[in-house]
């Protein structure tokens, strides 16, 4: 049984920067492509950024390039969420999500492309 767990949420001002962590427990992390998503409290869940198995290549939503970056650490099992520059309309519940891959080169945008997600994890910014 796969199990992402994310942690470094909270409640910051706007302008501060937040680091999201995803750790993964039993699988291959390896072979995970992976991608973090967000909820805003009643809309739909949105894609932020996603991550190859390898680390090698990412992908942004085009509102957040620049001030958001995803990477990973296979040897820690873990992938990471940097966010910039913070603005109020972030806040939201943050997800990550991991898929089985047997390509380096696929990633992947879509909810619906994951089989594996995290709890979710709240991100609070102030005006």
């Known amino acids: 049984q796969v199990q992402l767990v994310e942690s470094g949420g909270g409640l910051v001002q706007a302008g501060a920067s937040l680091r999201l962590s995803c750790t993964a427990s039993?699988?291959?992390?390896?072979?995970?492509?992976m991608g973090w998503f967000r909820q805003p409290l009643g809309k739909e869940r949105e894609f932020v950024a996603a991550?190859?198995?390898?680390?090698?290549?990412?992908n942004y939503a085009d509102s957040l390039k620049g001030r958001f970056t995803i990477s990973r650490d296979n040897a820690k099992n873990t992938v990471y969420l940097q966010m910039n520059s913070l603005k109020p309309e972030d806040t939201a519940v943050y997800y990550c999500?991991?898929?089985?891959?047997?390509?380096?080169?696929?990633?992947?945008?879509?909810?619906?492309?994951?089989?594996?997600w995290g709890q979710g994890i709240q991100v609070t910014v102030s005006s």
């Open positions: 039993g699988g291959t992390f390896a072979n995970y492509a």
């Open positions: 991550i190859t198995k390898s680390g090698g290549t990412t």
């Open positions: 999500a991991g898929r089985v891959t047997y390509s380096p080169l696929l990633l992947y945008l879509s909810p619906g492309e994951y089989r594996y």
